[in-house]
């Protein structure tokens, strides 16, 4: 067997690059099921990532009677069903509606909206984002024109903690406190648009509206703003001009005040200033089988908020459990086999389906994610092929089945670094280096 690692030089095809559209939108929804190699698979969109108990027992209901009983976690905080048996999508669609998981059967793929899973919980950032959630998701689903955005079109909600901006989303909100708010078109570093924080959600829709009559968009070859061939800065013009019909006040400037930085919530308890808790777990390889559904369910229908918060990062916050009933929850939630604890190996890793699930797929990532990853401090994303479904942004390794074995990559600073390893016993020793490794290695 093969164990030779051979460097090679950054690959553009592990960077972010502006695709060329030449196909329409397949992106999956649940009234547009995907079909995939283990059945058809259906992707509820979830805003916020916030569930009530009774909408997460309507997933598990739909789950287990028809697909393969499991919930399948996104890096946008939706919920995907797999494995679904054929012609199952009416009652699907029944099921979900009634759960008023489809308020609109016409937007329904266009409802991606993420947002601080924490906001309002722990005493930082600038309060709860769900009022500007609730009205942007109602201003999405009664436009007349937001149902063209393409499946992969992104809102991020920021509660001003910071935690949204490597996300890569389209359009970013977020809070900067006394009632103002900051608006950033595209997923890079343009110039920000400063609106009271009441009219933040109409600035979103706003965005997205005019990014749709943009001529990139018109052709259908721009479905994200990133893809804009020239640029933003007309968008922004066109943002301005119509925030101020709308009679909003809108400035411009080069950075929002100084977002703090923070990143997903490690597993554990979150303690808040009222003395409460929220819990965060994260899902084994982004999946939750049955029974460990139940369990979440279960606990979040003690807890007074009743709702569980889906997160980008594959995991869920459950809020509003008394904080001396937060360790007891957790030892009930680790023995269920969700990960409460941010030592834990598993912590941070995601894959894609892999074999079998996926045709396209060199390996069974999954497996091998499991077997093959050790702790470290940067997430991990492994994939089938060079694809990569659902890879995160921002610092991580990512590791990519190839002919040859895996190429590990890390993405740090903006800097990618890959070299391609052969051998398990080597994946596994090139994987744990690279989860440790900083700005400052030459190697991955
Ligand atoms: S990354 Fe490739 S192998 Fe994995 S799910 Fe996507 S298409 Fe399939």
Avoid at 347 to 352: A, E, F
């Amino acid at each position: 067997m093969l164990a030779a690692m051979c460097s090679a030089p950054v690959r553009s095809f592990a960077q972010d690059t502006k695709p060329i559209r030449d196909r329409g939108d397949a992106c999956p929804g649940a009234l547009r099921l995907h079909e995939a190699d283990d059945g058809a698979l259906a992707r509820v969109r979830v805003p916020g990532g916030i569930l009530s108990v009774p909408q997460a027992e309507a997933l598990a209901a739909a789950a287990r009677r028809f697909g393969d009983g499991d919930l399948h976690l996104t890096s946008r905080g939706n919920v995907q069903l797999r494995a679904l048996e054929a012609g199952c999508g009416g009652e699907l669609a029944g099921l979900l509606g009634a759960a008023g998981l489809l308020p609109s059967h016409l937007h329904e793929r266009v409802r991606n909206v993420v947002a601080s899973p924490l906001a309002g919980l722990d005493g930082r950032g600038h309060g709860d984002v769900r009022p500007w959630l609730r009205t942007l998701d109602g201003m999405l689903c009664g436009s007349e024109s937001a149902h063209a955005l393409s499946g992969r079109f992104l809102f991020a909600l920021d509660d001003g903690r910071g935690d949204m901006t490597d996300l890569g989303a389209d359009v970013t909100l977020t809070a900067g406190g006394e009632g103002t708010a900051w608006l950033r078109a595209g997923p890079g570093h343009a110039p920000a648009v400063q609106v009271p924080s009441s009219a933040a959600p109409l600035a979103a829709l706003l965005t997205a509206e005019a990014f749709l009559q943009t001529p990139a968009a018109r052709a259908g070859q721009a479905w994200r703003i990133g893809e804009l061939p020239d640029g933003i800065d007309e968008l922004t013009d066109t943002v301005l001009r119509r925030l101020d019909g709308s009679g909003v006040a809108a400035t411009t400037s080069p950075e929002p005040p100084g977002p703090r930085t923070s990143g997903p919530p490690p597993p554990g308890a979150v303690h808040g200033p009222h003395g409460d808790a929220a819990l965060s777990v994260l899902a084994p390889m982004g999946r939750i089988e049955a029974a460990q559904w139940d369990t979440l369910v279960s606990v979040a229908a003690r807890t007074g908020h009743r709702e569980l918060r889906l997160t980008p990062w594959r995991g869920l916050v459950l809020p509003g459990v008394p904080a001396d009933a937060a360790a007891e929850h957790l030892r009930v939630l680790a023995s269920a086999g969700l990960i409460t604890d941010p030592a834990s190996h598993l912590s941070g890793v995601g894959s894609c389906i892999g074999r079998p699930g996926c045709a396209k797929s060199l390996a069974d990532v999954r497996s091998d994610a499991a077997a093959l990853t050790g702790p470290g401090r940067l997430p991990v994303h492994w994939s089938g092929c060079e694809r990569r479904c659902g890879h995160p942004r921002g610092d991580r390794v990512e590791v990519v089945a190839v002919p040859e074995g895996y190429r590990v990559s890390v993405d740090l600073d903006g800097r990618t670094r890959s070299a391609t390893t052969t051998g398990r016993a080597a994946v596994a020793a090139h994987v744990a280096a690279a989860r440790t490794s900083s700005p400052e290695d030459r190697t991955p």
